[in-house]
């Protein structure tokens, strides 16, 4: 990701405090500097290094920003797919399922392709949506109706651009932030090299001098507090102190045995790709004292989920069987099979739904996040009689 490699072991932090001592001891001993060409400009000049760069905003500003232009992006993605199947179907009331016209749409697995592709399918849709509404008209469509779709895959494609300006921005901020610590590192070298010039070996004032021991890593440092997963990359704070990074992904959602190691670096954006229909990734960060103590938290990544089997009515209460990688599940019901309420979404595995007066259908799918499983298969009750749908 970065360009632009510090020179410097020592967390951002202690330089920024180690350079303000430097600047009181340099002025203190100002005089002696003399014949090295330091000044008190130079050495206000070191300081507004050092107050600038404490006040430069971190590495985990930067991830946040990258998070919401993500999260901001997704929400539209969503419903643009959302346009594009309801845009769909009436392709298929209209031409039929097997019509050369509806297959063409190529919205199948929408949910699953790139934003890219998301984006060509839209334009495409709404294109062949315009050239057939005469057709499409005895279904609700309308100009206004296709001049909105198009409206919401230009903001998907501005919001797709902003996810991209925040990521390069991140990257940008990154050599920046480096480029400004070694320049204050490097002032600090030379300045120290005068000092141990000037004063005697083992005497108090050639101490204050002295950079190379004074910040070997004594503990480990924290792992990174924020993690982002994204089209395969993942993405994770720097962690003051770090020197290098090691990532591990899990194919499973409970093995703690399977986790494997898929990078060891600097770097702090990874590929770590997609395997099976879900996994979870971790970080660890590491300096010459060892790993942080724990990892960062894992993060997740589904794509995919099972339909809830063993769906079933049992003395006034619905259940089903857990799903992998699930963290909720909907639960629907309706009157007709047409029009469908949510009557839960949390994570259970059973609903007791208020009896009604007559035929009542219910359904159930396992989620996470905006991926859902297909639907299990309808129940009927009419609470006296149990019906499978």
């Given at each position: 990701m970065a360009d632009v490699k510090r020179t410097f072991s020592m967390?951002?932090?202690?330089?920024?405090?180690?350079?303000?001592?430097?600047?009181?001891?340099?002025?203190?001993?100002?005089?002696l500097f003399a014949d090295y060409g330091v000044t008190a400009p130079k050495i206000a000049a070191l300081q507004a290094l050092s107050d600038a760069f404490e006040a430069f905003p971190s590495d985990q500003t930067f991830v946040y920003q990258m998070m919401?232009?993500?999260?901001?992006?997704?929400?539209?993605?969503?419903?643009?797919?959302?346009?594009?199947?309801?845009?769909?179907?009436?392709?298929?009331?209209?031409?039929?399922?097997?019509?050369?016209?509806?297959?063409?749409?190529k919205t199948s697995n929408i949910g699953l392709q790139t934003d890219l592709n998301v984006l060509a399918t839209a334009r495409f849709v709404a294109q062949e949506a315009e050239s057939s509404l005469a057709q499409l008209a005895s279904e609700g469509i309308t100009q206004a109706m296709v001049d909105n779709f198009v409206a919401e895959a230009n903001?998907?494609?501005?919001?797709?651009?902003?996810?991209?300006?925040?990521?390069?921005?991140?990257?940008?901020?990154?050599?920046?932030?480096?480029?400004?610590?070694?320049?204050?590192?490097?002032?600090?070298?030379?300045?120290?090299?005068?000092?141990?010039?000037?004063?005697?070996?083992?005497?108090?004032?050639?101490?204050?001098?002295?950079?190379?021991?004074?910040?070997?890593?004594q503990t480990p440092p924290q792992a990174p507090e924020t993690l982002f997963y994204q089209n395969g990359e993942l993405s994770y704070s720097e962690s003051d102190g770090a020197s290098s990074y090691k990532v591990e992904r899990n194919p499973t959602p409970t093995d703690e045995n399977a986790w494997i190691i898929v990078y060891e670096g600097d770097e702090t954006e990874v590929a770590v790709g997609q395997i099976g229909d879900g996994m979870r990734m971790r970080v660890w960060a590491r300096n010459d004292a060892g790993f942080s103590v724990n990892p960062s938290y894992s993060v997740y990544s589904v794509v995919f989920l099972n339909?809830?089997?063993?769906?079933?009515?049992?003395?006034?209460?619905?259940?089903?069987?857990?799903?992998?990688?699930?963290?909720?599940?909907?639960?629907?019901?309706?009157?007709?099979?047409?029009?469908?309420?949510?009557?839960s979404n949390q994570n259970v595995l059973e609903?007791?739904?208020?009896?009604?007066?007559?035929?009542?259908?219910?359904?159930?799918?396992?989620?996470?996040?905006?991926?859902?499983?297909?639907?299990?298969?309808?129940?009927?009750?009419?609470?006296g009689n149990v019906v499978n749908g």
């Open positions: 967390p951002y932090a202690e330089l920024v405090s180690f350079a303000n001592m430097l600047c009181q001891n340099l002025t203190t001993d100002l005089a919401i232009a993500t999260e901001d992006k997704n929400a539209k993605r969503d419903e643009l797919i959302k346009l594009i199947k309801s845009f769909a179907v009436r392709f298929a009331a209209v031409f039929g399922f097997d019509s050369p016209r509806y297959k063409g749409l903001e998907f494609e501005q919001l797709m651009y902003a996810q991209k300006s925040a990521k390069m921005l991140r990257s940008v901020k990154t050599d920046e932030r480096a480029t400004k610590g070694n320049e204050i590192y490097t002032l600090i070298v030379k300045y120290c090299s005068y000092g141990k010039q000037i004063f005697e070996a083992g005497t108090a004032n050639y101490e204050k001098y002295v950079i190379t021991d004074s910040y070997v890593p339909v809830p089997s063993n769906f079933h009515f049992s003395a006034g209460t619905l259940y089903w069987d857990a799903v992998d990688w699930a963290n909720g599940y909907e639960f629907e019901s309706s009157l007709n099979q047409t029009e469908w309420e949510v009557l609903y007791t739904p208020v009896p009604g007066s007559g035929m009542v259908y219910y359904r159930v799918r396992a989620m996470y996040g905006n991926v859902h499983s297909d639907y299990a298969a309808v129940i009927g009750i009419d609470w």
